[in-house]
């Protein structure tokens, strides 16, 4: 490990796993001693290992003999969250969960990433959540919805396996967050993934039902929202705004930039993106 620096481990070797290593090692902070998967010859070991991070294929149990970490990122799937979790706790390791589970404390930086530090156990909801939930909270301290729906619609090629078996998951997460960050009782998430070629960007698209709102203070507010957002994810604008008889409708795009990420994958890098911030601010508060 470097000196100086917060140890960190990467579970999970897919297009999230790869990534989140790639800005770890950008990170002034940071310090990625492990990357683990399950199978040795996967794609993601072999290109964490040209990398030059240390990697292993036992999953969890090479995590565990490979310790201990100050930060685990969860990359891997939401079925095996659980197990992760109760096997870390006793490490001392802040768990950042980056499966679509409904365990730990929600966090978005946006929101509450200040007060991130203080949990071991952190949950950062699903990449359509961290995309969408900034603008909707900042909307939801003006107005009061009382329906919100949230189209996600992301690449093929964007999503691995472990995105796929975990579409249901994404849903419930994503819906629980939002009734939770904004209050509103009627919640409906829904994803595509489209194989057109080229690949589209990630695109959320949000619909919002409140009592009458004039547009001025609507354009700003998402305007303020989205500036606060680019600062970890300099991929996230917003493409669309309107508002009529109490109806708001933005959509966000997400690219992603710099790293391994192709273009298209503003999904992966938004999530990533929010990740790494927190590991950081983690780091941050240990030398306090």
């Known amino acids: 490990m470097a000196e100086g ?3 960190v481990a990467v579970l999970g070797a897919g297009l ?25 010859e996967s794609l ?28 685990v990122f969860d ?11 109760a096997r870390l706790r006793g490490t001392g390791a802040t768990l950042i969960d980056l499966t679509p589970t409904q ?14 530090y203080e949990h071991r156990h952190i949950n950062l909801v699903s990449c359509g959540g961290q995309a969408a939930i900034p603008v909707l909270y900042a909307l939801s301290q003006h107005c009061t919805p009382t329906y919100i729906e949230v189209v996600s619609t ?3 090629a964007s999503a691995g396996r472990a995105t796929r078996l975990n579409l249901d998951q994404y849903i419930a997460t994503t819906q629980a967050a939002i009734r939770d960050f904004t209050g509103t009782p009627e919640v409906k998430v829904m994803v595509n993934l489209s194989p057109a070629r080229p690949a589209p960007p990630f695109r959320v698209a ?4 409140t009592p009458a ?34 109806r708001i409708s933005v959509a966000v795009e997400v690219t992603a930039t710099g790293g391994r990420l192709p273009w298209y994958a503003g999904n992966l890098d938004i999530i990533n993106a929010a990740a790494v911030l927190l590991a950081e601010q983690h780091a941050a508060a240990g030398t306090r």
């Not at 290992?49 to 565990?64: C, R, V």
């Not at 949000?206 to 039902?209: A, F, G, K, Q």
């Not at 970890?232 to 705004?241: D, E």
Request: include cysteine; aromatic fraction near 4%.
């Open 75 to 85: 990359a891997s799937n939401a079925d095996a969250h659980a197990e992760h979790w």
């Open 213 to 246: 709102i004039r547009p001025e203070p609507v354009r700003a507010i998402v305007a303020a929202a989205a500036e606060s957002v680019r600062a970890y994810a300099p991929g996230f604008s917003v493409t669309s705004i309107a508002v009529d008889s109490g």
């Open 16 to 40: 999230i796993g790869t990534d989140l290593a790639r800005k770890v090692q950008r990170s002034p902070t940071l310090d990625c001693g492990l990357v683990v998967g399950r199978d040795r």
């Open 206 to 209: 949000m619909t919002v039902l």
């Open 44 to 71: 993601g070991l072999r290109r964490a290992a040209e990398m030059g991070f240390p990697t292993a294929a036992g999953g969890i149990d090479s995590l565990l003999e490979s310790g201990p970490f100050d930060v």
């Open 154 to 156: 992301g690449a093929s």
């Open 5 to 7: 620096r917060t140890s």
């Open 103 to 116: 365990l730990g404390t929600v966090v978005v930086p946006t929101i509450n990433g200040d007060q991130a």
